[in-house]
């Protein structure tokens, strides 16, 4: 392996210390303690980590955090009712409905249902607005975990071609939108399951952003000499964590690389924890 490694837990965890002491700080001045509430639907396996892994830091980090777990027979109005009561709440500074969904219910409705100034995820389409104009209230937390792990390691993307493998509302879409902003200056290119050619427009790549949900999609002979890889994906196989992208054979090409598990996963809670206080010194 050639390439730097991009390391998540490192990263986010200076990110959570300065989240422990600015939440400290605001906490003694105001007596507020910013809350995040959670909303888990169903039992799917993934998301009851997730889920877990965020109280976990919340505590950490000296946040309060509160579960609502959800029969996987909720109806989507009991849904859309706790979301308004999350909503009128006023102790309550974050509201996070962990995806996916169980299929009955559409999370679209619950997700525009969440007020804008509590939506710490940063789905909200309001946010979505701001965040894309520069003026941003908050930032999605996984490409804003990104854009932390760059400036960390020093990796300027003034001028350089980004690609972004995925188009989803929570990951490629914002991810692009990040990195085109002014400060950012990328140029982005966006690939998805319509791209023409895809491994050729990957070996274009600057910086490799992956989020399409397919296990070690993006092979060694696709990565650029010298590229940086950064691996949002985290599938199971049989008894492995593995990426987006085949790890040992990019890691010998690119020049720095995200690994799997320890890489952006640990930085999208860090930068939720940020968005939460966030929220609850806006609220004062």
């Known amino acids: 392996m050639s390439a730097k490694l991009i390391d ?13 002491e600015e939440t400290s700080a605001f906490t003694a001045e105001t007596g507020v303690t910013p809350h995040l509430a959670a ?5 799917d ?5 997730y889920v877990r892994n ?5 505590r950490k980090c000296g946040l309060k955090s509160t579960l609502y777990r959800l029969s996987d027979k909720t109806t989507q109005q009991q849904l859309m009712d706790l979301v308004a009561e999350l909503n009128a709440d006023e102790s309550v500074h974050g509201i996070l409905v962990q995806l996916p969904l169980p299929d009955h219910l559409d999370s679209t ?15 909200h389409p309001e946010n979505v607005g701001l ?5 941003p209230r908050f930032l999605p937390c996984t490409p804003h975990g990104v854009m932390k792990m760059l400036a960390h390691e020093n990796i300027d993307t003034t ?3 980004a690609v972004v493998i995925g188009r989803s509302d929570i990951v490629g879409k914002p991810m692009a939108g990040l990195l085109v902003q002014k400060g950012s200056d990328a140029t982005v290119t966006i690939c998805h399951s319509r791209t023409t050619d895809i491994a050729a427009v990957i070996r274009q790549a600057d910086i490799v952003v992956a989020a399409v949900g397919i296990p070690e999609f993006v092979t060694g002979d696709m990565i650029k000499p010298d590229a940086v890889v950064i691996d949002v994906g985290i599938n199971r196989v ?15 090409k690119a020049s720095a690389i995200t690994p799997v598990p320890g890489g952006v996963g640990p930085m999208t809670i860090a930068m939720l924890l940020g968005n939460t206080l966030k929220a609850a010194k806006q609220s004062v």
């Not at 998540?8 to 422990?20: C, D, E, N």
């Not at 409705?109 to 969440?114: E, G, K, Q």
């Not at 965040?131 to 003026?135: A, E, H, P, S």
């Not at 049989?238 to 010998?252: C, Q, W």
């Open 8 to 20: 998540g837990k490192l990263i986010s965890a200076a990110v959570r210390k300065q989240v422990t």
């Open 39 to 43: 909303v888990l639907v169903g039992d």
């Open 45 to 49: 396996p993934a998301s009851q980590v």
């Open 54 to 58: 965020k109280e976990r830091a919340c």
């Open 109 to 123: 409705p619950v997700l525009d249902s969440i007020r804008p100034d509590k939506d710490v995820d940063g789905f």
């Open 131 to 135: 965040m894309l104009q520069g003026r």
């Open 159 to 161: 001028g350089k071609h």
């Open 238 to 252: 049989n008894d492995r964590l593995v990426g987006d992208v085949e790890f040992s054979a990019a890691a010998e």
